[in-house]
């Protein structure tokens, strides 16, 4: 289980486990968004390029992802997805998982090849200065 499938079933636990509580679950199911994500990754330069373009990518900045979180906490939303694309995704995947299964490998390299093309296009362009 990777860690966000961790922290994903831990909430869902603790949501369940807190209901009449008083105590609320928020939890933030996120792609890539603007922010030290990417200096902090570990990994090879492409896997810190590659995270680098799809936060660029997302038109997203920490701060309004943070502001969202705060808005859904407050408001008793347990699930917070963002951005738009994400969210269907993510239905998709919950109400139809086997063609999310069949339609998520081709897609995922399409736009990993799409972004090593760029990124190559970038490094090539910075290379010629």
């Known amino acids: 289980m990777t860690s966000k499938a961790a922290v994903l079933a831990l909430s869902e636990t603790l949501a369940s ?4 509580s008083g105590i609320g679950v928020t939890v933030k199911l996120s792609t890539f968004y603007r922010s ?14 590659l995270t ?3 936060a660029e990518r997302s038109g997203l900045d920490a701060r309004t992802v943070a502001k969202e979180m705060l808005h859904a906490a407050g408001s008793g939303r347990f699930y917070v997805v963002t951005p738009r694309q994400a969210r269907i995704l993510w239905s998709v995947k919950r109400h139809a998982p086997r063609l999310y299964q069949r339609l998520m490998p081709a897609a995922s390299q399409r736009l990993i090849s799409r972004l090593t093309r760029e990124i190559d296009s970038v490094t090539n362009e910075v290379r010629l200065r």
Not at 36 to 49: M, Q, V
């Open 52 to 54: 680098e373009q799809l």
């Open 17 to 20: 486990e807190l209901t009449g």
């Open 36 to 49: 030290r994500l990417p200096e902090l990754t570990i990994g090879s330069e492409e896997a810190r390029a």
